[in-house]
């Protein structure tokens, strides 16, 4: 079994609103302990991945590691209105800078899930998350369909790894383990911001054959455009795996980052495409990436990113 440690369900509390009975739930009321025994019906399992050694790796500024308990916080208090189960998995930690060994338990624990039948949901970390989530997803189908990523952030997180991982590696790491297992590489990466990106990863994405759209090209009045380009992309891709990184938001939306962007993408333009992801029937596994509590502004992008928890699960 992998080592996670127990679940905590003591994060789980908040308001309560006798009065109104049933209506009034809200997720402290609902979420129960995954149950490692198994035989728990099919939900949606949240994963924890309380690690940002990647991002300590990558030079940016380290906190992401508390993400999973702060984005729990404040998604206790609020309001059901899923019609499935929800189980909390607890936490998977990156021990003594040993990435690697976080990124196997982690997918060991996603395969688990989705063998179990859950829809994983796997709560960041940095974006080092990614190869860890992908892994788990790509162990469980053990080469059954083609898997679709699909990114929405600023960056490419194509650099090349060297010595060791970092969060701007996952997926060069992934089209590396597709190549070596004879599996194509089918990449999307929505909202990236061209002044956070060189021209060599720009090139590498073009080698790879990456679907990407710039940040100043995905406005409201883009979705019917952006929404036949994720038809298309969908269409050739028998699973999907969901991957957000919270930067590709507005810094004055989403501050808690550990780079702000000067642009972002609106949440008024990523909801509806995650709905549409969503409606394919596809969606297998997804994560948040790179909220950093510590650098937080009033509990801001911790709402936000539990409203995504929201989307990504009603």
């Known amino acids: 079994m992998d080592k996670f440690n127990p679940v905590d369900m003591s994060v789980w509390q908040g308001r309560q609103d006798p009065e109104d009975g049933e209506l009034a739930l809200r997720w402290h009321d609902k979420v129960q302990p995954w149950p490692q025994a198994g035989h728990a019906a099919p939900g949606v399992a949240l994963v924890g991945f309380a690690c940002d050694e990647g991002v300590r790796r990558n030079k940016g500024r380290v906190g992401a590691a508390g993400a999973p308990l702060a984005v729990r916080k404040l998604l206790a208090n609020s309001a059901w209105h899923l019609g499935r189960p929800v189980y909390d998995s607890g936490d998977v930690h990156c021990e003594d800078g040993d990435l690697d060994a976080a990124h196997s338990r982690l997918a060991e624990r996603v395969a688990r899930l989705l063998d179990e039948g859950h829809f994983p949901l796997v709560l960041g970390g940095g974006h080092e998350v990614a190869f860890g989530s992908w892994s788990g997803l790509n162990l469980h189908l053990a080469g059954r369909g083609r898997v679709g990523i699909i990114n929405f952030d600023a960056h490419f997180d194509l650099r090349m790894k060297l010595e060791q991982a970092s969060s701007g590696t996952p997926f060069f790491q992934i089209a590396e383990q597709c190549a070596a297992q004879g599996t194509p590489f089918t990449y999307a990466c929505l909202g990236v911001a061209e002044t956070a990106n060189t021209r060599a990863l720009f090139a590498r994405a073009g080698a790879l054959g990456v679907w990407h759209v710039l940040d100043e090209a995905m406005t409201p009045a883009e979705l019917p455009a952006l929404l036949s380009g994720l038809d298309a992309f969908i269409a050739r891709c028998d699973h999907l795996y969901l991957t957000i990184d919270l930067d590709v938001l507005p810094a004055a939306v989403m501050p808690g980052v ?55 699960t009603k």
Do not use: F, T
């Not at 502004?297 to 990113?305: E, T």
């Open 258 to 312: 550990s780079a702000p962007a000067a642009r972002g993408v609106e949440l008024a333009v990523i909801e509806p495409l995650i709905a549409h992801i969503r409606a394919s029937g596809k969606l297998r596994l997804a994560d948040l990436a790179e909220y950093n509590p510590s650098l937080d502004q009033d509990n801001r992008s911790a709402r936000v990113a539990a409203r995504l928890v929201h989307q990504l």
